[in-house]
């Protein structure tokens, strides 16, 4: 099967069956293109039609032996025919008895090779120079013989001569066929000939003057991704991922030889044509192919190699200049050997540059480099490029694998690692930092060397961060450069669940630097009071710090938004108004959730405080743009942490889907910076993962993913187990379980309380354990319980709050007290963001309406119920008010399987982004999932879509695009609450807050251990 060229033999074939007039074919093609292939499928196409087809090829090994091409083509016929009784009279008779003398003499019916000579000797075939301009031209009456000879081989019916790779023909038989060709038309012969690259003959040449002479021309061109996907359907026996098909095109360009040997080793080192497979395509190129290729490479000229090897050994396009410097090789020589590689197929150029023509070639001349050549290239050019000036990663390229001890290579290495950060690639920063490294150095240096290698590895490996971190820590010298090194260290301490070692290494850093910089030193205390708060065994430590903060003490805006951070969280804390909370984290987030160079955790305290203050639109927009951020800058720790953020704030938004799809993206990021799946980083995404699950009805696989987690058990003193609990309280009871899901939500009510965070707008658990309470019999702690956290609700005036407050209020009480107030918390609830909250005070009310035999009241309910719920992804709910609404006897239609309500939402994410333009491979990097993954999500996406494919993705999507933006990731030290909740404008400066005086911590009920 002629993959990729149906066409072109459909041509061939055309010509071939058409008036048997002469007819002369070019077909112009690389090395590999398959011009052979096609040229054979001609011959078997005009043999079948019972002509006599003579083949020949040329060789450069042959290309200064007389008539090389002719012998070729006659001598198999003419020994054929002098061994057939009357045939070689027949054959040679008339004028065509000149050609006898080409032939060797056994053509001749002599007996054997030891008869005389022919009339005609041509000695030992050589044309008697290796100059083709100074060949001796043919005898004519020879030509006349040959051309003849054709004509009665062809008889009665008709003679297909062809010639591959004519450009090594011998000069003897490009006159013979330049004769022929100009009395072709009107004969019974068919002359094709194929023609490879390289230098265009001039037309005083042999065959510059035979080329015009072909009447029709065809030119192969590279196969396309779909072609190439067919060769390797037609190799593997079943379909390719389509991720591998276009790496195969891509790596290969189309390159019929290329490909078919890629993918024979391939099939031959039992690889299955899938993502895994195209990730690692280049390693298994075969060595056949390197040869071949530097066959090409002699026959392009002296200097092609030492050319070639340069190019692929410097890599990209380099500059002609810089190759002949690094090949060592005068600049007009690389100019030659470049445009003779050009005219081979074998390279191209690219803007000022130049380069072989796809990957596969560049693998095959790197290969055959020997490793101490390939170090002196990169040394030879990285000197170059130092001594141009050039951008510093154009030259750490060069300084990677060259030999150490080159002059200001960690300088060089270092200033590219910079550039790299700022472009938002810390691994390759922590690829030049590792190999300055390796370099001599003085101890200054390298402690900072460390300190910027330990914080690229951030987003890549939290464990080798933390040694080179605690290294750099440790031959730092100032208590400024100390004081680099905390800030990341710390962060990279408490990824590891390293709490008192990272609140150490803080703690040592801001007294060593209270007395020459006291604003940096408010800083790093103000990420110690933070981090302090998060564990109960250090937090009473921190609290009299924190309640005496005041914004006065900050010496500089940097300082002041950090202790405003702290101040928002504070103010959420001890119940302080809304206003004020919302002030100071404003003023916190001013900049960003991570502004400038700060990427404290802090700042997460001013997102759950803005939540908390009915602001969590806001608080949503902030988690956004760190997601963003923290994309672009590519680092793995602070986008994990920013997606976990931006999933609890979802979620408190009722977007449940939003939040499932962010919280797995935070913990896919997690598992990729090395930091265990089972640490207090994962615990807020895995928590916001269950419980998006709980509100989908999904109970089975809420409770594995609990299991899985760790979560089922005995849990730390992090404060983010008490938002573990409360999630674990509501799991229980949906698996009817109450008396340990009340357990769990007295037990988180205890945590809370004792660390000074009793407010339901942080941890609704009073309104959680009432609802189990009463479903356990227990009226009076149930009503006791929600009437608590009612009167604490009103107290902080935060409509949402005060709604799920009244909610279960209303649902403790019961009877006709119970629906009004179940009413007015619907009539608190509409109008705020908390949808998800209004969704489930309708089902409730719908529920407590029918009880009370108002039905059309418990119908508009219970359809709004439904409605709300199916659209945040609620399942749960909405299943609850269907169930009602088939009570009071509707007939509600079914879930739909089809359509966008279908999709996962991982599903949804990666649509989304193939959307908005995105290739594969960049949804799978901004996802941290393989491309193999994206191809299975977007081919599950558009049959339950019912799509072609991606050019219909944005249409089918239609308006929940928005809500399937970007995914998000893992949080770092945040309170369960800080995944709240909706915007609203407030009042008051973050001044104004601060000047109020030592604040208090308000005061509740502690539940008592059962």
Known sequence: MLIGRECELEMLVGLLGGPVTGTAILVHGDSGSGKSRLLRAAVERARCDGDTVLVASGDPLEAGFAFGIVRQLFERAAVAAARADGDRDGLFAGPAAAAAAVLAPWTLGAGDPGSDPTPYDVGDGRDGSDDPEQAPEPDPALLNGLYWLALNLAGSGRLVLVI??????????????????????????????????????????????????????????????????????????????????????????????????????????????????????????????????????????????????????????????????????DPRQAEDATHAMIRAGLMSREGDGIGLLCPALATAVADGVLPSVRQRMHQRAARRLIAAQAPAEEIAVHLLPGPLGEPDTAGVLRRAAARAMARGCPERAAEYLHRALREPLEERERAALLIECGEAELASSVPAAVRHLERGLALAGSPAERATAARPLAAALFALDRHSDGLAVLNDASTALRETDAAEALRLETEFVFAGLTQAASAPAVLPRLLELDLDEAGDEAARRAVAALLSLRAAMTGDRPSRVAAFARQALSQGLHPGDDRSAVYLGAVLALACAGQAELALSHADAAVAQAASDGSGLLYARACATRAGVALRLGRVLRAETDATASLAAIARVGVDPHSSHAVAPVTVLIDAMLKQGRVAEADACLERSGLAGDLDGHWINDYALLVRGRLRAAQGRPAEALADFLHCGRRSCDRAMPGPWLLPWRSEAALTHAALGDAEAARALAAEELELARDFDVPEV????????????????????????????????????????????????????????????LKRAADTAHRLGAEAIADQALAELRAIGDRPRGRAFHGVEALTPTERRVAALAARGRTNREIAQQLFVGLRTVEVHLTNTYGKLGIAGRAQLAQALGGLLDDAADAGGAGDGAHPAATPAAPATSSGTAAGAASAGRPRIPAARRPQER
């Open 802 to 861: 005060i709604g799920a407050a009244l909610r279960a209020v209303g649902l403790v009480t019961g009877g006709p007290e119970g629906l009004d107030t179940l009413r007015l918390a619907v009539e608190v609830l509409s109008g705020t963001p908390a949808e998800l909250t209004l969704a489930a005070a309708c089902a409730d009310l719908g529920a407590q309406a029918r009880r009370a035999g108002r039905l059309a009241e418990a119908r508009r309910h």
């Open 164 to 329: 591959d790779d004519l450009q090594w023909a011998d000069t003897a038989s490009l006159a013979w066929l330049r004769y022929l060709l100009r009395r072709a038309p009107g004969l019974p012969v068919v002359l094709i000939g194929a023609l490879g690259p390289g230098r265009a003959p001039a037309a005083d040449e042999p065959l510059g003057a035979v080329l015009p002479l072909f009447r029709h021309q065809l030119t192969l061109s590279g196969l396309g991704p779909e072609d190439t996907a067919a060769v390797v359907r037609e190799l593997f026996g079943t379909s390719a991922d389509r991720s591998f098909a276009l790496e195969c095109h891509r790596v290969t360009g189309g390159n019929p030889f290329l490909l078919y040997a890629l993918l024979r080793s391939l099939r031959a080192a039992g690889l299955k044509p899938d993502a895994d497979a195209a990730a690692d395509l280049l390693h298994h190129l075969p060595p056949d192919v390197g040869r071949a290729v530097y066959t090409l490479l002699a026959n392009a000229g002296p200097h092609a190699t030492p050319v070639a090897q340069a190019v692929a050994v410097l890599g990209g396009s380099p500059a002609l200049d810089l190759v002949a410097y690094c090949a060592d090789l």
